[in-house]
């Protein structure tokens, strides 16, 4: 017998659809990360974290983090944000200076979940809770000021 409601399958399908209701579709991009030692340092000298998004190409949460949340807090606010692609073979280089590839920094920050946003502080420690998956739209936002206020903190 069918228990009555909503199946996990349709709430995914719901909160991926949720940015077309909203009128926030548009394609927003993220910087790729090329050197995380640059990147960290140019946060570290305006006193922020360095924040990375692991992301997938094609996963539809990936996507509401970035156009929603990520892109335009980036943009606006001038918050420092790389983005680690899964399965990517583009080189970076990592915050010793080595040469490795997007996907070689994914298994070792052993991710496997995408998204999972991370926040790091001086010499590349991590700062902050790790915001792992797609979490429900209306509380994404706060899970993630929750996350960049600790990183903050961190740091002072």
């Not at 199946?7 to 991009?29: H, M, N, S, V, Y």
């Not at 073979?89 to 997007?102: E, I, N, P, Q, Y």
């Not at 001086?122 to 706060?142: K, M």
């Amino acid at each position: 017998m069918k228990r009555p409601g909503f199946a996990r399958r349709d709430l995914l399908l719901a909160a991926a659809a949720l940015p077309l209701a909203l009128g926030t579709a548009q394609a927003a991009e993220l910087p790729a990360a090329h050197d995380l030692k640059d990147e960290l340092a140019s946060a570290l000298a305006r006193r922020e974290p360095l924040v990375v998004m692991v992301s997938l190409e094609g996963c539809p949460f990936c996507k509401i983090a970035r156009n929603n949340y990520l892109a335009p807090m980036h943009e606006q606010e001038g918050l420092h944000v790389a983005q680690v692609d899964m399965r990517s073979r583009t080189r970076v280089l990592d915050f010793s200076g080595k040469a490795v590839t997007h996907d070689d920094l994914v298994r070792l920050w052993k991710i496997r979940i995408a998204p999972t946003v991370l926040f790091f502080g001086r010499d590349g420690a991590e700062v902050a809770e790790r915001l792992v998956g797609g979490y429900i739209p209306d509380f994404y936002g706060a899970y993630l000021d929750q996350r960049l206020a600790q990183a903050r903190a961190t740091l002072r």
